[in-house]
């Protein structure tokens, strides 16, 4: 009987729930998803369990043919306690996730992992060259700013699940701009597609700087306001938008730089909405790490790259996570939960 394994990747916006061959060939992932459900503290554990007997219909499985399930999702977590808590996005203190899926599925061994984490797993099995993958870092830049690393061939997980928050680093630490977390002036205040979009609104009120272009994009209609539409009018010359996202570039190479310090990593991959932009983000960074890479990193700079995977890197780093658990391999060597 062929032997398959399941990964599931939870999100503000997306579940997605994806089957596999225990071989993980890219071709063979099916993937079923939809619009986070957000009723009780239940509703996402439902919503997984509702999804996988989809699947294992539709593939007409038996229990005992899915050795495993990787669950990916949005911290942060307690991996040990099977939660996720405090998450603003998901909108409940405390969602439950180990107990009440394995009520469901008792037999099937079930991990938890941060989806940042799950996602440079799933760059380090599909994307990642030989040379590269013992020392790689995974940056989301969308509405917040994640990370995962591996740093000598090891994923860095941390005490309950939440190593690598580096959206959370304080770069301007008397700044009056509140994150998400709590705290002022964290990275992701300036660099992701939340903070682009508060900045600019921020710099409207104050009225200093000349937004003709980003109004003409969004009809007049100060509300339509993405970061999709500052990165638009800067390409444009938009003295307010230019402001923003030079803001938005300056920190992301304080961002990186730090990560670089800290990992010392042969190459870091980027993903999340933002990289729609990739054009205007990375290429000031590599341009800054070719001239001069000192002024943001001590250690030889990363190469950058782009993950081809996008929206669906954390999926698959879902099911990667499993298969190396499995298979007990030195990646998630450390992972004792
Ligand atoms: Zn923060």
Redesign the pocket.
Known sequence: MEKYIVGCDIGGTWVRVAICKLSLRNEDIIVKKERTLKEDENSISKQICKLLNLLIKEKDLKEEQILGIGLASAGPLDINKGIVFNNANLGFKEIPLKEPIKKIFPEIPLYLINDCNAAVLGVHFFEADNDEKDNIAYITMSTGIGGGVICNGNLILGKDGNASEI??MILEPNSINK???G?YG?W?VFSSGTGIRNRTLDAIKEGKLNFEKLLRLVDNNLSQITAKEVFEAARQNDELSLKIIEKCILFAKIGIGSVNNFYDCKSIYFGGALMENSEQIINPLQEQFKSDPIKFTINRPPILKISKFKSEIGIKGALAYIKYKLEKNGVVAFCTE
């Open positions: 959206g959370h994150c998400n977390c705290a964290c992701e």
